[in-house]
């Protein structure tokens, strides 16, 4: 195994920090601010592209292209949220395939029946057990390479308590889940008995979701209770959005951009972001031109 790995990662502190993304913008930012993995929201892609709610109506298709155009632009690790993998054991193999050919370094698969829903959302409901521990058997059997990692997820504290989730995830783990993710505790209490109970049997994740059922800890903390991943999935389209909101707000009172000007990038800023410079000087050495002035 390649020391490069996610997986080599994962083992090894500081714990690993993974800034939600949703698109190419985001996903290229995330990487220029120095993280080593990025986790793609399946919700942050509900907000983004469907302007709906996380309620599983992203499609495995939007997923897939969304991972795509990401690697396409990033060297980053992918951590890939892929709901419930898109129906029963055998679609989770598709999804693994798709996904895993699109440039995931994970995929991150949940036991959640339908209709699913965010995981820090009321009135979940669970597939059986058992079941689910055939969809994480038939995703490791699914993947290509033994460094794309399964990440099995349980929403079961809501549903069967804390106990019933401890218990699902260790039978997520003997089916050859790489690492575990206990979604939606509700006390730091229970983020320290996740860690003891599960955290020297596989790499434990963790979510942040600001405003959601799980107490906001620092990632430090979060290493201290036997985490080796922390994800803050959705916290950039909320950000976005709020920004969003006061742009708007402010070019309708003013009717102008410029009271806002110091919180945008010009349009020179922008360009340098993206590589416009760097591409049109690549295009015309193509072309057998000299490189255009900048």
Do not use: W
């Not at 913008?25 to 302007?51: D, K, M, Q, W």
């Not at 730091?188 to 979701?209: C, D, F, H, S, Y």
Request: glycine share 8%; proline share 4%; charged share 25%.
């Amino acid at each position: 195994m390649s020391e490069n790995t996610l997986s080599v990662r994962l083992h090894r502190p500081p714990i690993l920090i993974a800034p939600g993304v949703y698109d190419a913008l985001t996903a290229l930012i995330a990487e220029r601010a120095g993280f080593e993995a990025l986790y793609v929201s399946g919700a942050a892609i509900a907000y983004s592209r469907l302007g709906r709610p996380d309620i599983g109506l992203v499609s495995l298709s939007e997923v897939e292209q969304t991972v795509a155009l990401i690697r396409d632009r990033v060297g980053t690790h992918l951590i890939v949220d892929a709901d419930t993998g898109f129906g029963n054991a055998l679609n989770v193999q598709r999804t693994v395939r798709l996904l895993e050919r699109a440039g995931a370094n994970a995929i991150q698969i949940e036991d959640q029946d339908f209709p699913k829903r965010c995981g820090h959302l009321d009135d979940k409901a669970l597939i059986p057990a058992q079941e689910m521990a055939g969809k994480v058997k038939a995703a490791v059997d699914a993947r290509t390479s033994r460094d794309t990692l399964i990440i099995a997820r349980t929403d079961a504290v809501a549903v069967e308590g804390f106990d019933g989730a401890t218990t699902r995830a260790a039978l997520y783990r003997d089916a050859g889940a790489d690492m575990l993710f206990v979604e939606a505790p509700r006390q730091r209490e229970e983020l320290a008995r996740i860690g003891a109970k599960l955290g020297q049997t596989a790499p434990l994740m963790a979510n942040m979701v600001e405003g959601g059922k799980t107490p906001m800890l620092q990632a430090g903390e979060l290493q201290a209770l036997g985490f080796a991943l922390v994800i803050f999935p959705g916290g950039i389209a909320r950000a976005l959005a709020k920004t969003a909101e006061e742009f708007y707000a402010s070019l309708k009172a003013h009717g102008s951009t410029e009271p806002f000007r110091a919180r945008m990038f010009d349009f020179e800023a922008i360009n340098r972001l993206v590589g416009t410079p760097e591409m049109l000087e690549r295009g015309a050495r193509y072309a057998g031109e000299e490189s255009p002035k900048r």
